[in-house]
């Protein structure tokens, strides 16, 4: 009995320290890859949103081509395998050797530009695919372990059932539930959580799954450089904003602000100066407005506010008092004072969908840099508010 005994608990013992050690490994694995491919996706997406914007922008006469450096330096920062990175570099460097000839042709900058975005959107689909590869052998090291499990207890089953119950419970449970998540984050369910269950190391890598899947799930709705929303929590955020006011009978406004001579100011100073008065409006405007309203950076030196449950008056007041806040901002030794313009929507007065109402606000904006900058516009008709 004591040998029986000695060889159920040896038997215990190498059992658990073998899962453990498997899970230790997925663990390392699993968040090295997470990490790795998390900031390429992220970074990938941030040029594409950065070459988009440069583009229109460019083709609208408010980029000169030299400020295409900042989205070229955007790849630098992003972790892919060195051909990727080349054959994108080539593709940024062909769309600037384009701008930058004296009459460029239109066909030549789209294609260029399209270019760009195309072999980003493949490499992004790629990084995905990795994951996807990847899965599988998270997956056999998880039915491996529950074989290994399964097979003890065969031999010592009247002696190890309850280990097996344990075991299933706190090993094989767990990380099935885990293998399932990684499963749905790599077909794109970024809203896809595994349970924090299992003994201390299966819980520990559910815990850094999750904080993987959270940090990929706000890189892709977050701006880098003002840790604002970006352009697409802004745009999840208006369509919440009218699924709520269907049901709920309600206005609500939004602001499209635009940083007056910012182009100027960034040839005057340098990026970087631009860069740290980008930080410094977004931290005003975040202070400013009220808790329940949702500011974002909606784009280049331009951002958004969607502020919920407010009449004309009271949209038009939060936009002055964000207007005044970005005025009084004290002037670093390395820049001057910025002022921004304002143009103000409020649903249903002036659209009674995403589209419309930030025409709306943009015209009103275009309004407000007409009648002399630094100012809100809140109508077309009425006065423009600020000095």
Request: proline fraction near 4%.
């Amino acid at each position: 009995m004591l040998v029986l005994t000695g060889t159920f608990t040896v038997a215990l013992f190498a059992i658990t320290f073998g899962l453990t050690w498997r899970a230790k490994l997925a663990q390392e694995r699993w968040t090295q890859i997470i990490s790795v491919e998390t900031r390429a996706v992220a970074g990938l997406e941030e040029l594409i949103r950065a070459q988009n914007s440069f583009h229109v922008r460019y083709l609208d006469g408010q980029e000169l081509p030299e400020r295409h450096l900042v989205v070229s330096q955007l790849l630098g920062g992003v972790p892919i395998p060195a051909p990727d990175a080349r054959r994108l570099r080539a593709r940024l460097a062909a769309f600037r050797d384009v701008i930058e000839e004296s009459e460029p042709r239109r066909a030549d900058i789209d294609a260029t530009a399209h270019a760009i975005v195309t072999d980003a959107q493949q490499i992004i689909a790629m990084r995905k695919r990795e994951i996807s590869r990847q899965l599988p052998a998270l997956q056999r090291e998880s039915r491996s372990m529950m074989s290994s499990g399964l097979a003890v207890a065969w031999i010592i089953a009247l002696l190890a059932f309850a280990a097996v119950q344990i075991t299933l419970r706190k090993v094989v449970t767990p990380i099935e539930e885990l293998s399932a998540a990684a499963d749905r984050v790599a077909a794109g369910d970024l809203a896809a959580r595994a349970p924090i269950a299992g003994d201390h190391e299966i819980a520990t890598l559910g815990t850094a799954f999750n904080r993987m899947a959270d940090e990929l799930r706000s890189r892709a709705r977050t701006d880098e450089l003002t840790n604002l929303p970006n352009f697409r929590a802004f745009r999840e955020r208006i369509d919440d904003e009218l699924a709520r006011v269907d049901r709920y009978p309600e206005t609500f406004g939004v602001l499209v602000l635009d940083l007056d001579r910012f182009k100027k100011y960034n040839d005057t100073y340098g990026h970087q100066a631009g860069n740290e008065a980008l930080q410094r409006v977004s931290s005003a405007i975040r202070q400013t407005v009220r808790s329940v309203d949702f500011p974002a950076r909606y784009g280049g030196e331009e951002f958004a506010v969607i502020a919920p449950q407010v009449d004309r008056p009271a949209l038009t007041a939060i936009a002055e008092r964000v207007r005044a806040a970005i005025e009084a901002l004290p002037a670093p030794e390395d820049g001057s004072v910025v002022t921004v313009s304002i143009g103000a929507a409020l649903f249903p007065e002036d659209g009674q969908d995403r589209d419309a109402l930030f025409e709306a606000a943009d015209a009103r904006l275009y309004e407000a840099k007409k009648r002399g900058r630094n100012r809100v516009v809140a109508t077309l008709t009425a006065r423009a508010s600020g000095s």
